[in-house]
Nanobody, 121 residues
Framework: QVHLVESGGGLVQAGGSLRLSCAASGSMFSINAMGWYRQAPGKQRELVAVISSGGSTNYADSVKGRFTISRDNAKNTVTVDLQISSLKPEDTAVYYC?????????????WGQGTQVTVSS
């Protein structure tokens, strides 16, 4: 089991910045990709950014150049942060941390509880 704790959401004006953090603990062996998703009201959850175990990153087109994902691997806890800048009202959403772990017969995904980001115009 992997336990995820998110922090860093809030209310910010357009053009501002926030840093979201997700601390992952528990069964941290065989963790491969970690990432952030978001879900705006009335919309489907979408991938924002992902970072592999090797450090490769991938971003949604809508956030490229504004969002940066990073990962810090400690012994028992892995932290994945999302630095978000030049925020736009359309970035308003609940942001979820996601972890993918490889198991014997496939993969398991774990989700955080979500943190609200609200951008005022």
């Amino acid at each position: 089991q992997v336990h995820l704790v998110e922090s860093g959401g809030g209310l910010v004006q357009a053009g501002g910045s926030l840093r979201l953090s997700c601390a992952a603990s528990g069964s941290m062996f065989s963790i491969n990709a970690m990432g952030w998703y978001r879900q705006a009201p009335g919309k489907q959850r979408e991938l924002v950014a992902v970072i592999s175990s090797g450090g490769s990153t991938n971003y949604a087109d809508s956030v490229k150049g504004r969002f940066t994902i990073s990962r810090d691997n400690a012994k028992n806890t892995v932290t994945v942060d999302l630095q978000i800048s030049s925020l736009k009202p359309e970035d308003t959403a609940v942001y979820y941390c996601n972890v993918v772990r490889t198991v014997a017969d496939g993969t398991i995904q774990y989700w955080g509880q979500g943190t609200q980001v609200t951008v005022s115009s």
